[in-house]
């Protein structure tokens, strides 16, 4: 081992976070357990943001790897074997006083625990599992923990931890096998694969398990996620959410995260990127992503062979919109929710709120400004009443004019690469839509009393 | 017309809204108004109305019953904003979901009709504060007192400690802590394994760094420490940073005076 002093917990803290911040799953999303009051911690399904660090993401989770000692060599991480860094690891004890002494003064979600491969994927396994076992059981804490699973591990090792564990995910690291076997010698897609399938077929046993007893233990119960790298291979957006889009039907994964490629090593077979980490592209395909998850779409639609990248000006919705405007003007006190969602402008909570209140009556303009309609962008899309507020023939080029004009006029902005991560789900605080209460008795006079 | 004056809490609310609709004047000839804020209205009588637990719990067990929880929640949140018109906002929505004719299930969905002024007011305010009150449960930074008590100070905009009760007593049961709203001087206290209550205009005394326990410096470094290392500075954007994490929340967050004084020396 490369240890050469014993290293205080700053020092440690220091060197394995900084190794882990290139993964960039924050999310603590996916499950809420409230706290059995035994112990320490409970989850909320929509995830909370704890603070945000330079480069603008959300820090949510306190995410480390157990240690940075890893005898694999992949050619785009900081880690790789053949790199002279300093190394250090933690102990479990030590994990577990930060995750709980970190929790207890609400800094962080909960605990995000990766780690370079130490002598081997079980071993390296084992460790993971230890410290989760004893943070679990020996500590208590109720909290949301994120592990990987790593390729290679023994199966059952891999289950044991998932039953600890809220999220588990295995990096796909690069889209194709063909770059994986380039940049990343040690590893298969085919082992990265196996622990994935493992962990979506347990996850459906259990949920079998659990509609039958409810208190059945819980396996993975945020669901899995995996990431890759954009940008250190040559693979196109298309093939790019091709994948992502397979992964969701065939393994049910709950996110894919897109990490714009860091070259953080000299190596004759990593891409220069003068330009820096391809960021705008990153974030192009998650909000395509989004798209795949939440609006209906399919990778097919947005992106083909003759058209195999994103527009970098437009967002892939308007894009999408603008190829197919024989599809609008659609009349939004009548269209379905589906058609509605297709619209610029309009996402699935406004969607939600139009298709609820025109049941009490048509709709104007202002009242879709109300329900969070992004006007200057649905206005060219549809109607209302009949009406348009932009009176004037839709034609692609002036629209996606007229689009680009009102991006231009902040253009010495930065793009936003806001990870669309951050505001997983509803923010509104409270019950989510419930069943209406049925049971309430009219008065009679407009004055029935109190 | 006569306006009922009420206090700006849920209580002085659901007081009010009670006096005003047993008054009987009609409800176009009422209004609710509190104090603190505004300025008079000429030609207008004015109520004062004291804040009386039992009205305000009969009127939210009306609006429960009758318009459902879902709509409970709206309107309570909304009552906990900051907004001057909410009290009579709320009145106005009631006055709609209560009215003849209306049937149970038509009642909570109200709420749904975004096209009624009052009931957009209201729905927005409810938004507001909601989301407040989500980034707060990320934002409130404990420290440890020498007792061992966690010891939080936020400044909002709206009333949210009780939006905030639930989720941090469930969070830490066996935990004494205590969250103060500086800007209102109202106290959110837990007992270990007791409930959780907010106390208003709690008197507070200023924290000496002699209070905090032995640890507590060794865990605020790990974290600003942690904050640091863990930022990409191939992606740094100091303006998207700002954005999602306005200023205004740092001042009382652990991590946050780095960032403060970063930001002043980064841009002039
Ligand atoms: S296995 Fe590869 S990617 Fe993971 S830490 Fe080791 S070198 Fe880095």
């Given at each position: ?21 290139y ?26 943001c ?60 909960g ?73 990343a010698p ?126 970098v ?43 609820q ?6 709709l ?29 023939k ?57 | ?193 007791g ?20 640890g507590?410096e ?7 420490g942690f ?12 303006r ?29």
């Open positions: 081992m490369r240890i050469a002093k014993e290293r205080d917990l700053y020092e440690k803290l220091q060197i394995l976070s900084d190794a882990a911040k993964d960039v799953a924050c999310t603590s999303s996916g499950v809420d357990r409230r706290g059995s009051g035994q112990g320490m911690g409970n989850c909320a399904a929509s995830g909370i704890h603070s945000f660090s330079a480069d603008g993401r959300c820090i949510s989770l306190l995410k480390i790897l157990f240690t940075n000692e890893c005898v694999f060599d992949c050619r785009y991480c900081v880690n790789r074997s053949s790199n002279d860094t300093p190394r250090a690891s933690f102990t479990p004890e030590e994990v577990c006083t930060l995750t709980m002494e970190f929790y207890r003064r609400n800094y962080i979600e605990l995000f625990l990766s780690s370079g491969i130490l002598v081997s994927p079980s071993y390296t396994m084992e460790l993971l599992y230890q410290t989760l076992y004893k943070l679990r059981r020996e500590y208590r804490f109720e909290g949301y923990i994120h592990v990987k699973a790593i390729p290679g591990a023994p199966a059952e090792l891999i289950e044991r931890a998932g039953f600890l564990a809220d999220r588990m995910s295995v990096n796909l690291e690069l889209p194709t096998a063909e770059g994986l076997r380039r940049l040690h590893k298969s897609r085919k082992r990265i694969l196996a622990p994935m399938r493992q962990i979506q077929l347990g996850h459906a046993r259990n949920r079998q398990e659990l509609s039958l007893y409810r208190s059945a233990p819980r396996f993975v119960p945020a669901g899995q996620s995996t990431q890759m790298i954009i940008g250190a291979t040559p693979e196109r957006d298309y093939q790019i959410l091709s994948v992502a889009e397979a992964l969701y039907r065939n393994f049910q994964l709950k996110r894919v995260f897109y990490s714009a490629f860091v070259k953080v090593n000299e190596d004759a077979l990593l891409p220069a990127l003068p330009g820096g980490p391809p960021l705008l592209r990153e974030h192009r395909l998650y909000q395509a992503d989004w798209l795949l998850r939440f609006y209906g779409f399919s990778a097919g639609e947005l992106l083909n062979e003759k058209h195999p990248n994103f527009n000006f437009l967002d892939p919705k308007c894009d999408w919109a603008l190829s197919h405007l024989e599809q609008f003007p659609v009349e939004v006190n009548t269209a379905d929710y589906y058609t509605l969602l297709r619209v610029p402008g309009i996402g699935p909570k406004s969607a939600r709120r139009i298709v209140a025109r049941r009490l009556g048509s104007d303009f202002p009242s879709l400004r109300k329900a969070g309609v992004v006007m200057k962008r649905a206005m060219y899309f549809i109607t209302c009443r009949g009406r348009q507020l932009a009176p004037l839709i034609e692609e080029d002036f629209i996606l004019e007229r689009l680009l004009c009102r991006s231009s006029r902040k253009s010495g902005e930065p793009v936003s690469y806001r990870q669309l991560s951050l505001f997983d789900a509803g923010q509104l605080l409270g019950p989510p839509p419930a069943e209406l209460d049925q049971t309430g008795v009219t008065g009679g006079d407009g004055y029935g009393s109190f | 017309m006569v306006l009922f004056e009420c206090q700006g809490n849920v209580d002085g609310i659901l007081t009010g809204i009670y006096d005003a609709w047993a008054s009987r004047l009609g409800h176009g000839n009422v209004g609710l108004r509190i104090p603190e804020t505004g300025t008079m209205e000429l030609f207008a009588e004015y109520r004062s109305v004291a804040p009386d637990p039992e009205k305000a719990e009969k009127v939210a067990r009306t609006i429960r019953r009758r318009m459902g929880e879902r709509a409970w929640q709206t309107l309570y949140q909304a009552a906990l904003s900051s907004r001057r018109d909410r009290a009579d906002r709320i009145y106005r929505v009631l006055v709609l979901a209560l009215a003849p004719g209306i049937g149970a299930d038509m009642a909570g969905r109200i709420l749904d009709r975004l096209q009624d002024p009052d009931v957009a007011a209201v729905f927005e305010m409810s938004r507001n504060v909601g989301n407040e009150a989500h980034r707060y449960l990320g934002f409130v930074r404990f420290q440890e007192l020498s007792g061992g008590i966690l010891f939080s100070r936020i400044r909002p905009e709206n009333q949210i400690l009780p939006l905030l009760g639930d989720h941090f007593s469930n969070r830490f049961p066996r935990e004494n802590f205590v969250i103060f709203d500086t800007g209102r001087r109202d106290a959110l206290l837990h007992r270990a394994g409930p959780w209550a907010v106390f208003e205009k709690a008197e507070m005394e200023e924290l000496q760094p002699g209070r905090f326990s032995a507590e060794a865990f605020r470094k790990l974290w600003k904050c640091q290392s863990i930022s990409i500075s191939e992606r740094e954007n100091p998207l940073q700002k954005q999602l994490w306005p200023l205004k929340y740092r001042k009382w967050m652990t991590e946050g005076e780095d960032f403060l004084s970063n930001h002043r020396t980064s841009s002039p």
